[in-house]
């Protein structure tokens, strides 16, 4: 089968405008994290930006000229004010101040960067960073609006405590967050008004109070999928098993343990879902009967008689009106033969393969996908590369589906 395209090319070359705010320091470790993941950065420094972080600080940074000048007439033409923003993949506005924002929004071309703005090719994403009162102001969430309908990203503000000592929103978004955030700018939208429910993460089977039984799965693997599920425009409820990992941007968790918690809550969401991809690491058994009380250390040998547990998958899959339903198997041999008979006893469109050992905490994955054309081998690639080109065939057999049943591809399921 052909696969959607997932990703467009790499980021290659960013300009970051800096105006004043004290956020500004997080834009200094934004530059360190685009140069180290291979993106030219031209930084466009206000006059306000500057009593906050030198130039200095963004030249050594990012490796080139920092620019601060409008009328500056070294670039060819003396036209820098346009020619800085050719070429370029975005202009990212971070931190973007109450000031600057209304420029954007009324068309203001007073130096560099607001010029570079109005003259630019490219998509522009902005950052707020302000007082609380600032942020909820009717002009300045009028001009907020205004930019919204202009194309602009608005990109947070998050809510916390400011640097004023206030709470609030107002907030400027981390640099990792940032930078997860330009990333996903440039994700063709192939999920785009869809629902897509994932389960990630192992599962704990309590024991007793303080013990249990679980599995080495850290749920990059689902983490992943399901920031790579909301890049492609879906909305994304993720069903977390215990770990640590940050919830992606515009993800919804919910937070659970056991696998008959996580059973539970699949069921809660599963109805408004055209997409069920089945990530997590259940349990496939679990204590008959957990001890109220911690159990006392003796010389005696301890038997622990266990149950089987719900299996998700296969539940969700018979539903009278399923979701699409994609599995993941994760065997230690015969993987693709033993996986092949896993799906179809489940009666599951998909199903993604891989060794066991050679992924479970890793970094990285190496899966085939199987489905009734056949096995798909994939090579070896970072987990998030693999989560977005795993979205791109995701999207592809729905748009095959919806073709073959007559429904238009962005049709939302009939529930």
Known sequence: MSTVPIALPAL?????????????????????????????????????????????????????????????????????????SRGADAIVIAPASADFIAKLAMGA???????????????????PAMNVQMWSNKATQRNVELLREDGVTILGPNSGELACNEFGTGRMLEAEELYAAIVATRQRKVLMGKRVLLTAG?????????????????????????????????????????????????????????????AEAVAKHVAEADVFIAVAAVADYTPEAPETRKIKKSTETLTLKLKPTIDILADVAARKRPPYCVGFAAESQDVTALAEDKRKRKNVPLLIANRAQETIGRDDNEVTLLDDAGAHALPRMDKLTLARVLVGEIAARLVERSIASGAPPNAPRSR
């Not at 180290?36 to 031209?42: A, K, L, P, W, Y």
């Not at 693997?221 to 098993?241: D, Q, T, W």
Request: hydrophobic content about 45%; overall charge negative.
């Open 12 to 84: 290659s070359r960013v300009v970051l405008g800096v105006t004043g705010g004290i956020a500004a320091y997080k834009s200094a470790e934004l530059v360190r994290l685009l140069v180290r993941n291979g993106v030219d950065v031209d930084v466009v420094l206000t006059e306000s930006g500057a009593r906050f972080v030198t130039a200095m600080t963004f030249q050594a940074l990012s490796g080139r000229a920092v620019h601060t000048d409008l009328w500056h007439t070294t670039a060819d033409n003396a036209m820098g004010h346009i020619g800085l």
């Open 202 to 262: 192992p599962t704990f089977e309590a024991i007793d109070p303080v013990r249990g039984i679980t599995n080495s799965s850290s749920g990059k693997m689902g983490f992943a999928l399901a920031r790579a599920s909301a890049e492609a425009g879906a909305h994304v409820v993720m069903i977390a098993g215990p770990t640590s990992l940050q919830t992606p941007a515009n993800v919804e968790r919910v937070n659970v343990q056991s696998a008959a918690q996580m």
């Open 109 to 127: 071309a007073d130096d560099l960067l607001s010029t570079l703005c109005l003259a630019r090719e490219c998509p522009l994403l902005v950052a």
